[in-house]
């Protein structure tokens, strides 16, 4: 976890507070949208009147690329910036932690992947993480997911280097989002939890976690989405998706994670859309082999919610057995993701046959990236390929379907 949390609304106020324990002067990493509707002149205005000078990056206006880390790089260089103030999204943040680190360990980003085997020798400059989306989780999180843009290859590279100084989680930031990022954000966090709570490295500490994260972005989710929140449905969805990222910091991601990153890579889907998109049918596959008694856990969580008991009601015998239980989670997260618009790989419209070539890249990058090893059993190229030719067509009907694999 990050040294310093600063939590609540108005947080944003206390940067140039924070800045001041680790440098004075500052790069901001930001993208278009955040210079538009004035953040990153707000954030600037804090870090001045603390005496911070400051330079700003607004480049990051996709998921981010290596291209836009060398960019940051340069201009750090060239400025004599010590410390970095990333305020956005999760891509905003990733690729200032990449950067950060960069400037105090020299080589090629791909050379500390899962693969590539090299550790970080020194501390990255100090990093203040702000999201302006309630997601990723990446102001917590020892993570950072950058795309390759000479291979095509989603990075995720995980060392204790890349852990934000401090973390300003300030809900007010994201009541500006737009539906469709407050979804795939959202959708993201749920799969955060979820997945930390599934892994084999999960612990007591990191179960706490998952399972607050997964309570308060299952209940305060729809209403954000639907704007139909109040300031409280914001602040604990901010909330949920902190707990989730320090839950698979220190647990980890799993299966969904790892073939959700060549998706976006190849076929540019925001992060949590195509999470969302393998969700239902990865966690059906999951419960199948040594799972459903996790996520039964999360149901018996859950119970105090009407949907998931009407679901329960429907689905489960008086018995209570746990694979009926594991079954009305997943009816109640495919009814989610369907409420929050997101359809399956065929919906979104990826090309079949482009797709169908892509699967043996998309299984050897999302076995390279050892997110599927966390699982609590051991996973071949077989079940990958396998699920990605199922999750094309999955769709959230209301009967649950049956996936064998």
């Known amino acids: 976890m990050p040294s310093r949390i600063q939590y609540g609304a108005g947080s944003l106020t206390q940067v140039g507070v924070l800045a001041k324990l680790w440098g004075n002067k500052a790069l901001i990493v930001s993208d278009l949208m955040m210079q538009k509707n004035g953040l990153v002149e707000r954030c600037s205005q804090y870090l001045s009147e603390a005496g911070i000078e400051y330079v700003s990056y607004c480049g990051v206006n996709t998921e981010p690329t290596t291209k836009h880390v060398d960019e940051i790089v340069a201009i750090c260089e060239a400025e004599g910036c010590n410390l970095f103030i990333a305020l956005g999204g999760g891509s905003c943040i990733d690729a200032a932690k990449a950067a950060a680190v960069l400037m105090t360990n020299r080589g090629q980003l791909s050379s500390y992947t899962f693969t590539g085997g090299h550790r970080f020798q020194s501390e990255a400059l100090p990093l203040i993480a702000i999201p302006t989306t309630a997601g990723t989780g990446s102001e917590v999180t020892k993570v950072t997911v950058i795309i390759d843009t000479d291979s095509q290859v989603k ?90 990222g320090a839950a698979f910091s220190n647990a980890s991601v799993t299966l969904i994670h790892g073939m959700s990153r060549p998706i976006g890579a190849l076929f540019h889907v925001p992060h949590g859309i195509s999470n969302a998109m393998l969700l239902p049918a990865v966690l059906t596959f999951m419960a199948s082999k040594t799972a459903s008694k996790r996520l039964a856990d999360i149901h018996t969580m859950l119970i105090q919610q009407e949907r998931v008991r009407d679901v329960a009601g429907a689905r489960a015998q008086a018995g209570g057995e746990q694979e009926d239980y594991a079954s009305a989670i997943i009816h109640a997260v495919k009814s989610l993701c369907r409420s929050l618009g997101i359809g399956n790989l065929n919906d979104y419209g990826i090309d079949r046959e482009l797709y169908r070539k892509a699967i043996p890249k998309m299984v050897s990058d999302a076995m390279d990236s050892g997110s599927p090893a966390n699982c609590p059993f051991d996973v071949t190229r077989e079940d990958i390929e396998q699920l990605y030719h199922v999750c094309f067509d999955y769709m959230y009907g209301d009967d649950l379907q049956e996936l064998i694999i």
């Open 155 to 244: 990075m995720m590279i995980a060392q204790p280097q890349l852990l934000p100084k401090a973390a300003i989680v300030d809900a007010e930031l994201s009541m500006t989002c737009p539906s469709s990022v407050v979804a795939s954000s959202g959708v993201d966090a749920l799969c955060h939890a979820i997945e930390a709570y599934l892994s084999r490295k999960a612990q007591p500490a990191t179960d706490v976690w998952a399972l607050q994260a997964i309570q308060r972005i299952y209940r305060h989710l729809p209403k954000v989405y639907h704007k139909q929140a109040s300031t409280e449905d914001y602040e604990q969805v901010a909330l949920g998706a902190m707990l989730a």
